[in-house]
C-alpha cells in the first residue's frame, strides 16, 4: 500500500526567507506526483507536476524535484512571501483498482510566512 | 474556461440521513473523482467515474455511491450518514482517465454531520 509522508507537519518562517517542502512515497511505481497549495476551508489548487519521467519543474518561484528511485519529492519556494502561507500537500498519481488512476496525498505542511 | 464547481458550499445533516453533493467537471474533461479530507488529514480517494461508469474505488462502504451524467457532471451520495462522515467532500476532474492525468480540484463540499 502506498503511504506518503511530509515533513515538517508545520513551518514557520520570516519572509524572504528561502525553503524546502518535503514529500517522501514508500512505492515508486508512480505516473506522477503533483504539489498541491491549500489555503483554510478551501479546495486544492495545483502547482507543479513532475511526470515520473523528469526530474523537476519549475513555476515561477517554485521548484520541484523528483527522485523516483529513493521515493522522494522537495517543494522550493524562495523568497518566501505572506501570501504563500498555506497548506502544500503532495500526492502520488497510481492505478487504483479497476483502471483508475488515483491521488494518494501526504498530510501535508502548514506553512506561515511571517511579514 | 469554467473550472470545477461544487454546490452547496456546506451541508449540516443529523446521523442516519442520505446526503447528495454534486460537482460540474471543468470544460472538456471527462473523468471525475472524488475525495474526502478529513480535518488535518490529506484528501482519501472515494471512487472515480469514466465515461459515466465507476472505474476505481477507494477503501469506502458501499453506502457512499455516484454517478456520473452525460454532461460529465456527478454526484456523491452518502446513505446512512455517520459522525465520522464529516469531512470536506472534494471533486478533481481530468481529461481522461491517462495520459498525464493533471486532476484539477473543485472547492469543496463541508459536510458536518450532528
Known amino acids: 500500500k502506498q503511504e506518503v509522508t511530509q515533513i515538517p507537519a508545520a513551518l514557520s518562517v520570516p519572509e524572504g526567507e528561502n525553503l524546502v517542502l518535503n514529500c517522501s512515497f514508500t512505492d515508486s511505481a508512480i505516473y506522477n506526483l503533483q504539489w498541491f497549495r491549500q489555503d483554510p476551508g478551501k479546495g486544492l489548487t495545483s502547482l507543479l507536476l513532475i511526470q515520473s519521467s523528469q526530474r523537476e519543474q519549475t513555476s515561477g518561484r517554485l521548484n520541484a524535484s523528483l527522485d523516483k528511485s529513493s521515493g522522494r519529492s522537495t517543494l522550493y519556494i524562495a523568497a518566501s512571501q505572506p501570501g504563500d502561507s498555506a497548506t502544500y500537500l503532495c500526492a502520488v498519481d497510481l492505478v487504483s483498482s479497476g483502471s483508475a488512476r488515483q491521488l494518494t496525498f501526504g498530510s501535508g505542511t502548514q506553512l506561515t510566512v511571517l511579514p | 474556461e469554467t473550472g470545477v464547481t461544487q454546490s452547496p458550499t456546506h451541508l449540516i445533516k443529523t446521523r442516519g440521513q442520505q446526503v447528495t453533493l454534486r460537482c460540474s467537471s471543468q470544460?472538456?474533461?471527462?473523468?471525475v473523482s472524488w475525495y474526502q479530507q478529513a480535518l488535518g488529514q490529506g484528501p482519501q480517494f472515494i471512487f472515480q467515474y469514466y465515461r459515466e461508469e465507476e472505474n476505481g474505488r477507494g477503501n469506502f462502504p458501499p453506502r457512499f455511491s455516484g454517478l456520473q451524467f452525460p454532461n460529465y457532471s456527478s454526484e456523491l451520495n452518502v446513505n446512512a450518514l455517520e459522525l465520522d462522515d464529516s469531512a470536506l467532500y472534494l471533486c478533481?476532474?481530468?481529461?481522461?482517465?491517462?495520459?498525464?492525468?493533471?486532476?484539477?480540484f473543485g472547492p469543496g463540499t463541508r459536510l458536518t454531520v450532528l
Open positions: 478533481a476532474s481530468s481529461q481522461t482517465s491517462g495520459g498525464d492525468n493533471e486532476q484539477f
Open positions: 470544460s472538456g474533461h471527462n473523468t
